[in-house]
C-alpha cells in the first residue's frame, strides 16, 4: 500500500489493494492451482505453515539475544513475498508495524491483532507477577502460539524445498502440520514469550 497510495487511482482502487487471506486463496484456487500443481487451499495450509517456519527461524537466530522482561512485549509485522514458482520469501520484518485502518481488510484484522496482542500481554504480565502459570492462554483467540520460551529446538524441524518451487517438493516434505510441534507448558512464568499473529497477515 505505501507504494501504491502514490498512484492517482488509489482513492478508488484501495479496496483493491488489500485483500484478506480467504480471497487471495480462493485466487490462487481458481488461477494457480492447477497450472502450478498446487494443492487446494495452498494459502491457507501451505503458504501460512511456511511463513510460521520462517518466523519461528528467525526468531530462533536471534532469541539468544533478546532479554525477556516483565512488562515488555513486541508487535513484529513481517512482510512476505511470493514468486512465480510459489515459493515464499522474508522480505522484512518491522518492529513497529502500520496499524492503519484506511480499507475494509484493514478494519477487520487490525483492530482483532491489537486488541489480542494487549489481551496476552496483559494476562502473562498478571500472571507472571503474581506467580501464576502462564499456560494456557485464556486471551488466546486467533494467535497461534508457535514458541513458549522453554523447547528443545531439535524437536523443531524445518523441511525446507531444495527446488525453486516448493509444490514440486510438496510430496517429499513432511506433512505441513508436523513441521512445527508446539511444546510443553512452561512451568517458569519468567521465560514465556508472546505468540505470533497468524491471521494479520496481509496480500
Known amino acids: 500500500q505505501y507504494m501504491q497510495k502514490k498512484n ?12 484478506a487471506m480467504e480471497r487471495f486463496n480462493n485466487y490462487v484456487n481458481e488461477n494457480f492451482a492447477t497450472a502450478k500443481s498446487l494443492p487446494q487451499d495452498w494459502v491457507l495450509n501451505v503458504f501460512t505453515k511456511r511463513m510460521q517456519q520462517i518466523m519461528i527461524h528467525c526468531f530462533l537466530s536471534v532469541k539468544s539475544k533478546l532479554e525477556c522482561r516483565r512488562g515488555f512485549f513486541d508487535l513484529i509485522g513481517c512482510d512476505f513475498l511470493i514468486d ?64 513458549n520460551g522453554e523447547t528443545n529446538e531439535q524437536a523443531i ?27 510443553k507448558n512452561v512451568e517458569k512464568p519468567q521465560r514465556s514469550f508472546k505468540p505470533l499473529a497468524d491471521n494479520a497477515s496481509r496480500i
Open 8 to 19: 492517482p487511482l488509489y482513492s478508488e482502487m484501495k479496496e483493491e489493494t488489500v485483500w
Open 157 to 183: 524441524k524445518f523441511n525446507w524445498p531444495r527446488s525453486s518451487s516448493p509444490a514440486k517438493e510438496e510430496k517429499k516434505t513432511a506433512p505441513a502440520e508436523n513441521q512445527i510441534r508446539l511444546v
Open 84 to 147: 512465480d514458482d510459489f515459493k515464499v520469501w522474508l522480505l522484512e520484518m518491522n518492529c513497529n508495524p502500520a496499524l492503519h485502518t484506511n480499507c475494509e481488510v484493514l478494519k477487520e484484522v487490525i483492530p482483532n491483532v491489537v486488541n489480542e496482542t494487549l489481551d496476552l500481554a496483559l494476562e502473562i504480565f498478571k500472571k507472571s507477577f503474581k506467580g501464576q502459570r502462564i499456560m494456557p492462554l485464556n486471551t488466546q483467540r486467533k494467535f497461534v502460539l508457535l514458541y
